[in-house]
């Protein structure tokens, strides 16, 4: 005989009972949890019931187990006296089953949940332009502002779309999702697939973009600072005289000032010292002392939110002096804020043979500001070998053992080392191959400074001017610079290094401009 196929179950009749009539079925009561009824009211005003209750019958009494909360909206709405109901006819200890089996859904995906968030927002083929309007994403971070479909709407549709969000959440993920359609490199984040997997948190990734967007900004900007330095070459101002007086310069004028004071206990005989003769001091106590008088002039010409800088190596005369942590200790006393330390390695330091240490081959710059100062700073950047486009990179999970991730580009921050070769004296050939100046530093350094605590049109002081290195590399930056040397034969130098800048820069803005 053949083999009775299995019949399909008749839909059950759906009964029209009064919503005063229908209680809660006590088993659900002691697991259900109260619920806001607004948004079920108000699709049950507006669109009646869709979708009928289940229930069934214990003594003559109709006990709801599935669409609790809509009985409770449906007492509340003036002109809904029935509800549509389901009666089944299963004991007690089937309810639960039957519950899990009625709410039993596949999971919908993230992405198309957005999709149904915008049709029922009523901007399906919309233009991208426009949803941004209507959707407010110009005033994304004002909960006060949300387009002009209005925060009402925003939490209607996540009641209809099943997204358990506010208003303001919801207008985020919105947001996100509107960017992966709009940007193909947002979409390569994966921020909505993250979110779907519980990876990431929607405000999380909403801060994610507001950081990569934060980041290319300042990209931008700082490209479009180096494009300005090449167009731009500062003005300056020669002083042959001594850095322990600086009457003839404004107070609170420079925004910037590093200098490198002559070795200390007369390792260098200098030409045309003043009465101090500085760097020759008998004890490193004198030696700070005078340090100190030259830091206390220029911070009397330097700017509330300026900069001084102190290029400063250690000596080994005589044994270790502690030249560097008694110069920090004496900044700090005599009023200086240290920002921090930027260690610079010599790849070929001058030779020296000390009996019980190393070949020296570092100095120390120290950042300093005034007390209370807030100095610009941007933070020097270099290029991320192979990394390409802004990533999202995951890093150490929380102590909770949640995942965490940032936005990685193509920069990474560099740091406070510093490892560059000492000067070539070669690049003094073209003004005066004869000139020789005893310890000029490389252009490196003082672009790491300027790099970080300037930008183009600010003033920059160099007492110890030197051969003028930093003067050169200060005027290439866009700045107005003013040297203060008491050597008249370095002074007479830099003036020609000088200008040979300036018409070596204006001969190539006119040979682009003819281009």
Same mark, same amino acid.
């Given at each position: ?312 190596? !250690?000596? *080994?005369? $005589?044994?270790?002096?502690?030249? @560097? =942590?008694?110069?920090?200790?004496? &900044?700090?006393?005599? #009023?200086? /804020? ?123 002081? !160099?007492? *110890?001017? $030197?051969?003028?290195?930093?003067? @050169? =590399?200060?005027?290439?930056?866009? &700045?107005?610079?003013? #040297?203060? /040397? ?30």
């Amino acid at each position: 005989m053949k083999e009775k196929k299995a019949q399909p179950k008749r839909q059950k009749e759906v009964e029209l009972v009064k919503v005063e009539n229908i209680k809660i079925h006590p088993l659900v009561s002691e697991i259900r949890s109260q619920r806001k009824t607004d948004m079920f009211k108000y699709t049950l005003d507006v669109n009646g019931q869709e979708n009928p209750i289940h229930c069934v019958i214990r003594n003559g009494e109709v006990y709801v187990f599935d669409g609790c909360t809509r009985v409770a909206a449906g007492m509340e709405v003036d002109h809904l006296d029935e509800l549509e109901c389901i009666i089944h006819d299963i004991p007690d200890n089937q309810i639960m089953d039957k519950r899990i089996r009625l709410n039993q859904t596949s999971k919908t995906h993230l992405n198309e949940k957005c999709f149904y968030f915008e049709h029922t927002l009523g901007i399906i083929g919309k233009s991208q332009g426009k949803k941004r309007v209507l959707m407010g994403f110009d005033k994304i971070d004002e909960d006060t502002n949300f387009g002009d479909i209005g925060k009402d709407i925003y939490t209607i549709a996540c009641h209809l779309t099943g997204l358990d969000l506010s208003a303001s959440t919801a207008r985020r993920l919105m947001y996100i999702y509107w960017l992966e359609n709009e940007n193909e490199k947002i979409k390569a984040l994966g921020l909505i697939d993250k979110i779907n997997a519980n990876e990431i948190s929607i405000n999380k990734a909403y801060g994610l973009l507001k950081d990569k967007k934060m980041k290319e900004d300042k990209k931008a900007q700082r490209l479009h600072e180096v494009a300005q330095r090449e167009t731009i070459t500062g003005k300056y101002k020669l002083f042959n005289k001594s850095a322990f007086n600086l009457d003839f310069i404004e107070d609170e004028s420079i925004d910037i000032a590093p200098f490198s004071p002559p070795y200390p206990d007369a390792m260098k005989i200098y030409r045309h010292q003043d009465e101090v003769k500085h760097g020759q001091e008998k004890t490193t106590e004198e030696y700070i002392a005078n340090g100190m008088k030259a830091c206390n002039e220029i911070k009397k010409k330097l700017k509330a939110n300026g900069v001084m800088a102190v290029i400063i190596n !250690e000596s *080994f005369k $005589g044994g270790y002096s502690s030249v @560097v =942590s008694r110069y920090e200790i004496a &900044l700090i006393a005599n #009023g200086w /804020e240290i920002i921090g330390i930027i260690q610079w390695i010599k790849e070929n330091p001058t030779p020296v043979r000390l009996n019980e240490f190393f070949q020296p081959a570092d100095e120390k710059i120290i950042i300093c500001k005034k007390k209370g100062g807030k100095p610009y700073f941007s933070h020097p950047v270099k290029e991320n070998a192979g990394a390409g486009e802004f990533t999202l990179k995951q890093s150490h999970k929380s102590k909770d053992g949640d995942l965490r991730f940032y936005v990685g580009g193509d920069e990474i921050p560099t740091t406070n080392i510093l490892i560059t070769p000492v000067f070539n004296r070669s690049e003094f050939g073209d003004i005066d191959p004869k000139f020789k100046h005893d310890a000029p530093c490389p252009f490196a350094v003082y672009d790491k400074i300027l790099g970080a605590y300037s930008r183009s049109g600010m003033n920059y002081l !160099e007492i *110890f001017s $030197g051969s003028g290195q930093g003067l @050169v =590399s200060a005027m290439k930056h866009g &700045l107005d610079v003013i #040297g203060v /040397e008491i050597d008249p034969v370095s002074i007479e130098f830099t003036k020609k290094r000088l200008d040979h800048l300036i018409n070596e820069r204006s001969k190539n803005s006119v040979k682009k401009l003819a281009a």
